[in-house]
């Protein structure tokens, strides 16, 4: 399904998101925090989807186990490590972990700069350990509302050599992006990228405030883009890929079957698009599998997934030369 020459890129990660089962059971212990079941078996519908969910918000609860367990830097610090082990364990060769450093130091009043810098720590010792390439995303919470938001991005931006852009995540329907511009234009005062998670929980309109106001770069999800036949001809005019993820899409309720994902309709329109995984552990699934998915589920062809593997390659945060490097990297192991 991957093509071995090419290098296996997830532009669409939430470091966060994949906290392993066993290690929010071994914190959980560790910091002497109760959880709801005496046994890890019973713990694993907590943390992990049971096929779907019914929308968006009730997806997202699974997430919360993971963060809640979260009692020390040296928590995050260790999450984010074992986040790195896990590109290497999946044969991923770069990918661009997102964090929302608010969301993580929340139950325990962590500093949140401090968690930011912890993050950077794990992930830069895994590797250095692991033999991995990844760059950071800092995530605004749009779930806790503009203040909470503002804070966040401010320490993130302590960190701002160390992240390659900003996103905004969490509850598309309740907090719409127009609420946020005043942020982004700070993000791009800051010279951050930027993607923003958009045409999930919410429409087409929802895509165009994400590019026309905050000034999106590439889009996380875009699904409902294919609602609105200018937004597909602008998105594939100025080069705005959208970051696929097919199983957190059926899980989350965006789409009621894998084959029902509008793929086909983006890649007719000359949309580009790649294929991440979003919250891995949450889902139970790994890059390749969504690759598996878009070939016997959707039947995209070899070439076409050949193209989406370049299409993130191109889209990624990096320089040209960092890209080349991936490439003839890639094809020395052969
Ligand atoms: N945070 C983690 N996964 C997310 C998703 N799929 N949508 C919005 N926010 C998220
Ligand atoms: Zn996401």
């Not at 852009?165 to 791009?188: C, M, S, T």
């Amino acid at each position: 399904m991957i093509c071995e020459t090419l290098p296996l890129i997830d532009l669409h990660r939430h470091l966060d998101g994949n906290i392993r089962p066993d290690t929010i059971w071994d914190l959980a212990q560790q910091n002497g925090i109760d959880l709801p079941v005496e046994h890890f078996n019973d713990f694993i519908p907590h943390v992990r989807i049971q096929d779907k969910a019914s929308d968006l918000m009730e997806f997202l609860v699974k997430l919360d186990w993971g963060v809640n367990v979260l009692s020390s830097l040296e928590d995050c610090k260790r999450v984010a490590f074992e986040n790195v082990e896990d590109l290497s364990l999946a044969g991923i060769d770069y990918a661009e972990l997102r964090f929302s450093p608010y969301y993580m130091a929340m139950k325990h009043n962590l500093p949140t700069a401090d968690v930011v810098a912890a993050v950077i720590e794990g992930v830069k010792q895994g590797c250095e350990e692991f033999g991995v390439k990844a760059n950071l995303i800092g995530i605004l919470s749009r779930t806790f509302g503009l203040e909470k938001c503002q804070h966040e991005l401010d320490s993130l931006l302590v960190h701002k050599d160390h992240l390659v852009a900003i996103d905004l995540a969490g509850d598309e329907l309740g907090k719409p992006a127009n609420l946020f511009e005043d942020q982004f234009k700070q993000v791009a005062n800051a010279g951050l990228n930027v993607t923003i998670h958009a045409g999930e929980a919410a429409g087409p309109e929802s895509v165009w405030h994400a590019i026309k106001l905050l000034k999106a770069q590439r889009i996380g999800h875009g699904v409902k883009s294919y609602e609105d036949k200018h937004l597909l001809d602008y998105l594939a005019e100025n080069n705005i890929t959208l970051e696929t993820c097919l199983t957190s899409n059926y899980q989350t309720g965006t789409i009621d079957r894998i084959s029902d994902h509008p793929i086909h309709t983006f890649l007719e329109h000359g949309v580009k698009v790649c294929l991440n995984t979003d919250d891995p552990a949450v889902e139970g699934i790994e890059l390749k599998h969504e690759y598996t998915l878009a070939k016997q589920q959707l039947g995209l062809t070899t070439q076409q997934l050949q193209d989406i593997q370049l299409n993130a390659l191109n889209a990624a945060f990096i320089s040209d030369s960092e890209k080349q490097t991936l490439l003839t990297e890639k094809s020395a192991k052969i």
